[in-house]
């Protein structure tokens, strides 16, 4: 079974990306878009988003990532998926399932769902535009009003020529509510004849389990629970106790350093606490502590109350 780590915008960077793919055995990493308008990107723009790039596209563990691509235009998007591989992508992924207003305004992401042919056509330029021996992938919802298209779409990328197909089992409407619908990932397994992966409401292994015995995937994707379980895809793949909070709350206090020595320290609070939105799910504690910490707004502050909150774990 391969584990796939989701691309999350504004969520999965190349520190993220570092940081997970460390502690846990992920077959492949897909980064937060790229997006594509009307002209070949520079390579710095490709750098900055993936610079595993200067590492043969690969995570400085081991970790090969790819690149994925958010765009209306496919002759652009082909010759930006094909500037993406000679940087150094794990192949190249298209995404069709960006649910975020601003996106979908522009004509990207989820809202190409409701046009099959536009899907097929961006797909199949970037085939096209790729050597073969490279991967070209999809990632799509059901749907984006309702998941009437949601077959017409995976063919589309299917006869696009893609290698495989991610399906986040939910439609643009339905956002990241539950349930997932892994029963629609079921017909499209069943009548594409390339792999597809399962993606949506994966939170630990017994979900994982139920998600391949009801689709029949060998591949799954896990997002939102990656960031909730930072081991999630150990605890999949190996069996592996899933961590307890002083053990996550130690790798917060690892990736707060590598953060602030590497970035403008007013970044920090919001993503800090984008973290612990997620953590809340998995962690009693760390509901406790994001209603201490969340009225600062300062790095210096919140800094201070997870040094003490591991202090006192430890004494």
Request: charge should be neutral; proline fraction near 6%; charged fraction near 25%.
């Amino acid at each position: 079974m391969r584990v796939i780590l989701a691309p999350m915008e504004g969520v999965v960077d190349a520190l993220m990306r570092d940081i997970l793919s460390t502690i846990n055995p992920y077959d492949l990493l897909v980064t937060e878009f790229v997006r594509v308008v009307d002209q070949l990107l520079p390579d710095k723009v490709f750098l900055k988003l993936c610079p595993e790039l200067l590492n043969n596209g690969n995570t400085p563990s081991g970790t090969p990532v790819r690149v994925q691509l958010l765009g209306q235009e496919p002759q652009c998007m082909g010759e930006n998926a094909l500037r993406a591989i000679e940087l150094g992508s794990h192949g190249v992924d298209a995404n069709f399932g960006c649910p975020a207003k601003i996106v979908n305004r522009s004509k990207g992401g989820a809202v190409l769902l409701q046009y099959p042919e536009s899907v097929h056509d961006i797909v199949k330029a970037m085939r096209q535009a790729v050597p073969k021996e490279h991967a070209v992938t999809a990632k799509i919802r059901l749907g984006y009003e309702d998941k009437s298209l949601f077959m017409e779409n995976a063919i589309a990328v299917y006869e696009a020529g893609a290698t495989e197909l991610a399906i986040h089992a939910r439609s643009k409407v339905d956002g990241y509510k539950p349930p997932a619908y892994w029963e629609y990932i079921t017909e499209v397994r069943k009548r594409l004849p390339i792999p597809v992966i399962a993606n949506g409401e994966i939170w630990n292994r017994d979900d994982a389990k139920r998600c391949i015995e009801v689709t029949g995937c060998d591949s799954i994707m896990i997002g939102r629970g990656a960031i909730s379980l930072p081991n999630l895809a150990d605890t999949i793949k190996t069996g592996a106790t899933p961590y307890t909070w002083e053990q996550t709350l130690a790798l917060m206090l690892s990736y707060t350093q590598r953060e602030l020595n590497g970035r403008k320290s007013d970044y920090y609070p919001a993503r800090i606490k984008q973290w612990f939105t997620y953590l809340n799910r998995q962690y009693p504690a760390a509901d406790i502590l994001f209603r201490e910490l969340r009225v600062f707004k300062t790095t210096e502050e919140i800094v201070a109350v997870l040094e003490t909150a591991q202090r006192n774990l430890n004494d």
